[in-house]
C-alpha cells in the first residue's frame, strides 16, 4: 500500500507541470477574454497549505481513479471466467460428440468390413459349390449319370442340388463296392489289345483273363487295364473260376484316369549314369586305385614271404661259418628281406657301425618297391570326395537352371539335378572310404616289412660278432 501511494505521489509530481500549464492558459484565456465581472475572489490561503491540498486532492482522485479500475480489472476478469468456463463446457461437449462420432464411425467400418468379407465368404462359397457341382458332373458322367442336366436339378436350390448328389453319389459308391463280372479289354505290357473277362472288385481292383493271359490288372490310363507283371497266373486262375485262391495277389487303385508306370529296378550302371559324368569319373578313379591296392598288396606279399624266419635260418648258417650257402639261399629268395640280409653278409668282414650303414642304405634301396602306389592310393582316396562335391555343386546348379526356366511345377524335371547332387556325393563317399582304410593297412604292412628287414639283418650282424669273439677267444 505504502509503495503504491508513493508512486501516485510521484505520478502527481510529475503532473504537477502539466497543472501549471493549465492554469497558465486558463490565465491566459482569462486575459484574453472581455472583462467579467466576478464576485469578489476570496481571501487567498496560505501557500503550503494549497499545494498540501491539491495533492490530496489529486491522491483521492486518482485513488478513486484507482479503484474503478481494479473494480472494472475484476468485473473484466469475472466475465473473462465465466466465458472461459462457457467456452471449456463447449469444448468439453465438443470433445465427447467427436469421441461418440469416432465411436459411431468405428463401428459403422467393422460392419462394412464384416459384410465385405460376408460377401467375399459368400462368393467363395459359391465358387466352392459351382466347383462341386463341376466336379460331381463331370464324375457322375463316367458311369452315365446325367443328374445334373435335368431341368429339374436346375430347379433347384443350392441345398437341394447338394442333397441330390449326395444320394446319387451314395446310390453309385454301393454299385461300384460290389464285385461284378463283365466282357471286356485290356492291355499286355507289349501294348497288346486282349478281349476278355474281367472281374472288378468295386472301384479299386480288377482281375482280366482271355487269350491264355491271366493277370492282375492296372489301370492303364484313359479308363483302361492293362497286366501287371507282378500278378500270380495260377492265383488270378483261382479267382475266376471259382472266386477263391489260398493267396490272391491285388492290385489297388484310386482311379483308371491315369496310367501306373511300372517300377524298373535299378541297376548298378543306372545309378552311375544318373550321377553323370562326374559319377563315371569318381567310379573310374575307384577302379584304379582298387587294381593300385591289389598290384601292391601282391609286391608286399612277395617282398614278406618268409621275413619272419629269414634271420633265423641265416643266422644259423652264419654262426656255421657257411657264409657262402647262406649268400646263395638269399640269392634264391629273391625278397627284399633277403637282399638287405644278403648286403649284410657280403661285408662281415667290415666293422660294426660300417655294416649297420650298409644295411641302412639297403633298406633305403628298398623303400620305393614297397612303397609302390602307396600315395596314388591314398590321393585318390583324398580326391573322390571331393569329385562327389564338385558333382554336388553341379547338380544343384542345374537345378536351379531348371527351376529358373520351368519352374517348381513338375518335380520330374528337378530330379536329374537332385540325382547329380547326391549320386555323386554317394559314389566319392563309396570310392574314398575304403581306398582310405586299404592304403593305410598297405602302408602298415610295408612299414612292418622294413622292420622285418632290419630286424634279419641286425641278428646276422650280432651272430658274426658273436662268431668272431669266439674265434678270437679260442687262438
Not at 491566459?28 to 495533492?55: L, M, N, T
Not at 487269350?211 to 486262375?237: M, Q
Not at 580326391?383 to 562327389?388: E, K, M, R, S, W
Request: proline fraction near 4%; aromatic fraction near 4%.
Amino acid at each position: 500500500m505504502i509503495a503504491r501511494i508513493t508512486a501516485l505521489l510521484l505520478a502527481g509530481l510529475l503532473l504537477q507541470p502539466s497543472v501549471s500549464l493549465a492554469q497558465d492558459q486558463a490565465a491566459d484565456e482569462s486575459v484574453s477574454q472581455p472583462p467579467v465581472q466576478q464576485a469578489p475572489a476570496p481571501a487567498p490561503a496560505p501557500q503550503g497549505r494549497s499545494v498540501e491540498e491539491a495533492y490530496q486532492r489529486e491522491f483521492a482522485f486518482l485513488e478513486a481513479q484507482r479503484r474503478e479500475l481494479e473494480r472494472l480489472i475484476e468485473q473484466t476478469k469475472s466475465r473473462n471466467a465465466q466465458a472461459s468456463n462457457a467456452l471449456q463446457a463447449e469444448v468439453d461437449a465438443l470433445q465427447r460428440s467427436v469421441v461418440r462420432l469416432d465411436s459411431q464411425a468405428d463401428a459403422v467400418d467393422e460392419q462394412v468390413n464384416a459384410s465385405e468379407e460376408q460377401a467375399l465368404a459368400n462368393a467363395d462359397n459359391r465358387a466352392i459349390l459351382a466347383a462341386t457341382f463341376q466336379q460331381a458332373g463331370v464324375t457322375l458322367e463316367q458311369y452315365d449319370i446325367s443328374t445334373l442336366d435335368s431341368e429339374a436339378f436346375a430347379n433347384m436350390t443350392d441345398d437341394q442340388r447338394v442333397a441330390a448328389l449326395f444320394d446319387e453319389g451314395a446310390q453309385l459308391i454301393e454299385t461300384l463296392g460290389q464285385i461284378r463280372r463283365e466282357q471286356g479289354v485290356f492291355y499286355t505290357a507289349d501294348g497288346e489289345e486282349i478281349a476278355g473277362e474281367i472281374l472288378r472288385v468295386g472301384n479299386i481292383a480288377a482281375y482280366g483273363r482271355g487269350a491264355g493271359v491271366s493277370s492282375v490288372l492296372a489301370p492303364a490310363g484313359g479308363e483302361r487295364l492293362k497286366v501287371w507283371p507282378a500278378g500270380d497266373p495260377e492265383a488270378v486262375n483261382g479267382v475266376l473260376a471259382n472266386g477263391g485262391a489260398a493267396t490272391i495277389p491285388v492290385f489297388l487303385f484310386e482311379s483308371l484316369a491315369k496310367e501306373v508306370e511300372t517300377k524298373k529296378a535299378k541297376t548298378p550302371v543306372d545309378i552311375i549314369n544318373d550321377g553323370g559324368t562326374i559319377g563315371w569319373v569318381i567310379v573310374t578313379l575307384g577302379a584304379i586305385g582298387l587294381l593300385l591296392c591289389v598290384l601292391r598288396f601282391v609286391f608286399l606279399r612277395g617282398a614278406s614271404t618268409g621275413a619272419g624266419k629269414l634271420g633265423d635260418r641265416v643266422g644259423g648258417m652264419v654262426r656255421e661259418g657257411r657264409q657262402d650257402e647262406a649268400l646263395q639261399y638269399l640269392r634264391n629268395k629273391k625278397s627284399a628281406p633277403a637282399r638287405v640280409v644278403a648286403a649284410s653278409i657280403r661285408n662281415l668282414e667290415k666293422d660294426r657301425d660300417h655294416i649297420e650303414d650298409i644295411v641302412s642304405e639297403a633298406i633305403l634301396h628298398e623303400s620305393p618297391h614297397l612303397n609302390r602306389f602307396g600315395i596314388f592310393i591314398l590321393v585318390i582316396a583324398a580326391v573322390a570326395p571331393l569329385l562327389g562335391l564338385l558333382g554336388t555343386v553341379t547338380g544343384m546348379i542345374s537345378t536351379f537352371e531348371i527351376i529358373t526356366e520351368f519352374g517348381t511345377g513338375d518335380p520330374k524335371l528337378l530330379s536329374g539335378g537332385i540325382a547329380i547332387a547326391l549320386v555323386t556325393t554317394e559314389l566319392g563317399l563309396i570310392v574314398a572310404i575304403p581306398l582310405l582304410l586299404l592304403g593305410n593297412m598297405l602302408s602298415s604292412w610295408s612299414e612292418a616289412i622294413k622292420d622285418q628287414m632290419e630286424k634279419a639283418a641286425l641278428h646276422v650282424i650280432n651272430v658274426s660278432q658273436d662268431r668272431k669273439s669266439q674265434l678270437r677267444a679260442a687262438a
